[in-house]
């Protein structure tokens, strides 16, 4: 079976879990609904069309593998909005500061993020999907819409550098994955083009195929287990626990989700992922 990978960096990240009164809290990991807006965006499948977005929803399966859930940060925000009158609407947030002036108010919240996660995702397509999984790896390329990590202020940090790849399971098709490192030093970048063959192009070497020292350094890699979910049937991975998660879109337009059911295994490192480069 092929699958679709990529990866995801970022120096804020923010994977929304249910929102409760002023509290906007974050999952560790992107859920679904969030992958299938950053596939969507790439895209260019808007938030208001419908039947687009449900036959998008319904046509792929992921798996996450968690490198580095990063670290916690809690964010104190205010925003000054004014409350709705009827059925009038503020066209622009100049509007907003002019034409509703005396019906200003502020709007207190604690939002919550994720700082230097890196998450690996596999995407595997059903026989319903719209678009194949190399016309969306194309589209990851050259997205139609900006992408982000869970809101607008988490921009990506490095390419999502996407592959299709054949695989027996989730677990081989990310463990196997090439995603490449994240900090390269001058050093490791001539070791790697001093290796690598003329007719060959740099981003091929296997020095540079997986994470760098410095990257390790940076997310204690190998000090804690590596984390896989994922929905389904994952072919070579077994289920020590099943989760249940509230991000299945019913509606884009009017924000709607409903649960599904997640699986999760925790195990370390060693089991076949492709080696880093020793610098």
Same mark, same amino acid.
């Given at each position: 079976?092929?699958?679709?990978?990529?990866?995801?960096?970022? &120096?804020?990240?923010?994977? $929304?879990?249910?929102?409760?009164?002023?509290?906007?809290?974050?999952?560790?990991?992107?859920?679904?609904?969030?992958?299938?807006?950053?596939?969507?965006?790439?895209?260019?499948?808007?938030?208001?069309?419908?039947?687009? @977005?449900?036959?998008?929803?319904?046509?792929?399966?992921?798996?996450?593998?968690?490198?580095?859930?990063?670290?916690?940060?809690?964010?104190?925000?205010?925003?000054?909005?004014?409350?709705?009158? $009827?059925?009038?609407?503020?066209?622009?947030?100049?509007?907003?500061?002019?034409?509703?002036?005396?019906?200003?108010?502020?709007?207190?919240?604690?939002?919550?993020?994720?700082?230097?996660?890196?998450?690996?995702?596999?995407?595997?397509?059903?026989?319903?999907? *719209?678009?194949?999984?190399?016309? !969306?790896?194309?589209?990851?390329?050259?997205?139609?819409?900006?992408?982000?990590?869970?809101?607008?202020?988490? &921009?990506?940090?490095? *390419?999502?550098?996407?592959?299709?790849?054949?695989?027996?399971?989730?677990?081989?098709?990310?463990?196997?994955?090439?995603?490449?490192?994240?900090? !390269?030093?001058?050093?490791?970048?001539?070791?790697?083009?001093?290796?690598?063959?003329?007719?060959?192009?740099?981003?091929?070497? &296997?020095?540079?195929?997986?994470?760098?020292?410095?990257?390790?350094?940076?997310?204690?890699?190998?000090?804690?287990?590596?984390?896989?979910?994922?929905?389904?049937?994952?072919?070579?991975?077994?289920?020590?626990?099943?989760?249940?998660?509230?991000?299945?879109?019913?509606?884009?337009?009017?924000?709607?989700?409903? @649960?599904?059911?997640?699986?999760?295994?925790?195990?370390?490192?060693?089991?076949?992922? !492709?080696?880093? $480069?020793?610098?």
């Amino acid at each position: 079976m092929e699958y679709l990978l990529f990866r995801l960096y970022g &120096p804020l990240a923010s994977w $929304g879990e249910i929102a409760v009164g002023e509290s906007r809290h974050t999952a560790v990991y992107p859920g679904k609904s969030a992958l299938l807006g950053l596939l969507a965006a790439a895209l260019g499948v808007r938030r208001d069309e419908e039947e687009r @977005q449900t036959e998008f929803a319904a046509g792929y399966r992921f798996a996450v593998k968690v490198v580095s859930a990063g670290h916690p940060l809690r964010d104190y925000h205010t925003t000054q909005a004014p409350d709705s009158v $009827g059925k009038f609407v503020y066209r622009t947030r100049r509007d907003e500061l002019v034409v509703g002036k005396e019906r200003l108010g502020t709007i207190l919240s604690s939002r919550e993020y994720r700082c230097d996660a890196l998450s690996l995702v596999a995407v595997t397509a059903e026989e319903s999907a *719209p678009y194949t999984l190399n016309e !969306i790896r194309e589209a990851l390329l050259k997205p139609r819409f900006n992408l982000y990590l869970g809101r607008k202020s988490c &921009p990506l940090a490095v *390419p999502l550098n996407p592959l299709v790849r054949p695989a027996a399971g989730f677990g081989e098709a990310l463990d196997n994955y090439p995603h490449g490192a994240l900090f !390269i030093s001058k050093y490791l970048l001539r070791k790697a083009e001093k290796e690598t063959a003329k007719d060959v192009t740099l981003s091929c070497s &296997p020095l540079l195929a997986a994470l760098s020292r410095e990257d390790e350094y940076v997310f204690a890699y190998g000090n804690y287990p590596i984390r896989y979910y994922w929905e389904g049937e994952a072919g070579d991975l077994v289920s020590q626990q099943a989760l249940t998660r509230h991000d299945q879109p019913l509606s884009r337009s009017r924000w709607q989700f409903t @649960q599904r059911t997640e699986h999760l295994r925790i195990e370390k490192e060693e089991r076949r992922c !492709i080696s880093p $480069g020793s610098e």
